[in-house]
Nanobody, 120 residues
Framework: QVQLVESGGGLVQPGGSLRLSCAAS????????MSWYRQAPGKERELVAT????????NYDDSVKGRFTISRDNAKNTVYLQMNSLKPEDTAVYYC?????????????WGQGTQVTVSS
């Protein structure tokens, strides 16, 4: 059974930092592209950052470029999201996603989410 467990969320002041972690089990972690999504109240879930399996290429939404860094440790089956210079508009529930696409099929797994609140 695949499990993705996020941790590291919390309340932080504007300009502060947080590091989210997502520990995966039940899958061959290195084969999956790992992403962080977020969903703010009343808004749709949006993609924040992705760490692919190919040469560990990373991609970011424009709103977080230069502030957030995604990384993965395949030995620990864990993906991280380092968030710096946080803004109130970063407030959301952050979700970890694991995705594998091959042979015309797609496997998608989600964590339960962790709340990030940026407020003074």
């Amino acid at each position: 059974q695949v499990q993705l467990v996020e941790s590291g969320g919390g309340l932080v002041q504007p300009g502060g930092s947080l590091r989210l972690s997502c520990a995966a089990s039940g899958l061959t972690f290195s084969r999956y592209a790992m992403s962080w999504y977020r969903q703010a109240p009343g808004k749709e879930r949006e993609l924040v950052a992705t760490a692919t399996t190919v040469a560990e290429i990373t991609n970011y939404d424009d709103s977080v470029k230069g502030r957030f860094t995604i990384s993965r440790d395949n030995a620990k089956n864990t993906v991280y999201l380092q968030m710096n210079s946080l803004k109130p508009e970063d407030t959301a529930v952050y979700y970890c996603n694991a995705r594998l696409a091959m042979w015309g099929q797609r496997w998608d797994y989600w964590g339960q989410g962790t709340q990030v609140t940026v407020s003074s």
